[in-house]
């Protein structure tokens, strides 16, 4: 099937895609239906991409990063999306890329120099602690309490949807460290922390969900657990901008993921389509069939331009904020068209585990609901791009 790699525009971003899709081709569709069946992490494939040094792709190469962009994140999530893992190998490694940008931009040379290079090699394992059941998207109104006695905080509170917890040996935390009725903004107050996730002081409980099981969610509580100062990324209360930082290249790894994840399904629906013979010819000879498959063609074809688009602006430090949500939105969408799609287009077979579609499906789900909401992303675009009053 004919696909326009919009985003692999160069040879040197081709080798990349070539690079990464040789590791993912180690790990078929048989290995991740049953990692998704036992809900069995899958550490494998996280040592093959940390040994192929792919972990710090975006990391400053004095850490032992790549030091490459947004650009050739996006290219090797969007591979690890198109391969058997979908989702589920994403998550695996997602957090590496971007999610400890913070670190990054704000934290001491000392701290960067303690921290980045075992996230690079793979041997240390972190997760993010920043939703909380009662907040969800307002995360200005998260209750966890981090009180410096001394030079240590003592947290108070819990966590929801914080993924990996099962195996992390790191967390990043956001905590409030300033009552929010004592702030001049709700979203004043709040602290990043980079620390140890000792799970006998931190109660796990796994949520069950709908897929991905190969890679846990949980919920996390934490009873007067202790944090030292030093693990403080940046100033006291000004955890929340920190955490904005990432929140773009974000939203466009996650354009890529869904990319990847909608051509996947889009070649497996293609090929049943051709091989499938009902009533004496192949059921793709059916426009029925044939009409929605160059639909979700076209749309993530449109939805990698969106996200190219919004990859080019970030790495030349251009605003991207609209271009990084409108891309994620879009991919979301046609990720989720193709995989209910490639469901329908196997019938009855789509529904059963060996053809592998219905655990694209069920992963594919997620990308409308999180780490944004679609209709969030329609609000921000209303009221930042079109001038429209605010509406929550």
């Known amino acids: ?101 913070s670190i990054v931009k704000h934290g001491t040379d000392a701290q960067k120099k303690a921290w980045l290079p075992s996230i690079i090699d793979g041997s240390s394992r972190t ?7 009662d907040a969800g998207l307002d995360t200005s109104k998260i209750k966890t309490r981090a009180v410096l006695k001394g030079d240590r905080y003592i947290v108070n509170g819990q966590k929801i949807w914080t993924s990996t917890a099962q195996q992390a040996d790191k967390i990043v935390l956001l905590a409030r460290t300033v009552p929010i009725e004592e702030c001049k903004k709700p979203t004043d107050g709040l602290t990043l922390f980079y620390t140890d996730f000792d799970r006998s002081k931190i109660e796990v409980r796994e949520i069950l969900k709908m897929g991905r099981h190969a890679v846990n969610s949980n919920q996390t509580f934490y009873d007067n657990y202790e944090v030292p100062v030093e693990h403080r ?26 990319v990847g994840i909608g051509r996947r399904c889009l070649e497996k629906a293609v090929k049943y389509a051709g091989e499938r013979v009902v009533f004496g010819r192949p059921i ?32 030349s430090g251009q605003p991207c904020g609209a271009e990084a949500n409108a891309a994620k939105y879009f991919a979301g969408d046609a990720a989720f068209k193709a995989a209910d799609q490639a469901v329908r287009t196997h019938g ?32 921000f675009l209303a009221e930042r791009e079109l001038g429209l009053p605010k509406s929550y």
């Not at 032992?64 to 989702?87: K, N, P």
């Not at 997760?127 to 059941?133: H, L």
């Not at 579609?357 to 969030?376: G, I, K």
Request: proline share 4%; charged share 25%; net charge negative.
């Open 127 to 133: 997760c993010f602690g920043v939703t909380e059941p």
């Open 284 to 315: 793709g000879q059916n426009q029925s069939i044939q009409h929605p498959l160059a639909e979700n063609w076209t749309e993530l074809l449109a939805a990698e331009l969106l996200t190219l688009r919004a990859a080019e602006l970030y790495d």
């Open 348 to 379: 009855g077979m789509g529904y059963a585990a060996e053809f592998h579609v219905e655990r694209y499906f069920r992963e594919a789900v997620v990308m409308r609901l999180a780490p944004v909401s679609r209709e969030m992303v329609l609000n």
């Open 1 to 101: 099937m004919k696909t326009f790699d919009a985003l692999c525009n160069t040879p040197e971003r081709r080798e990349i895609r070539d690079a990464v899709r040789a590791i993912c081709d180690q790990f078929d569709d048989d290995y991740w239906l049953e990692k998704d069946k036992a809900h069995a992490f899958p550490f494998e494939f996280a040592k093959a991409m940390a040994d192929g040094g792919w972990l710090g792709i975006a990391m400053p190469e004095e850490y032992g990063g790549a030091g490459l962009g947004v650009t050739e994140a996006a290219i090797m999530m969007q591979e690890v999306a198109h391969s058997a893992g979908a989702f589920a190998a994403c998550s695996t490694i997602h957090i590496n890329i971007f999610g400890l940008h």
């Open 233 to 258: 990324i940046g100033e006291d209360g000004k955890g929340f901008r920190y955490i904005l930082d990432s929140l773009n290249p974000e939203r466009i790894l996650n354009a890529a993921e869904c």
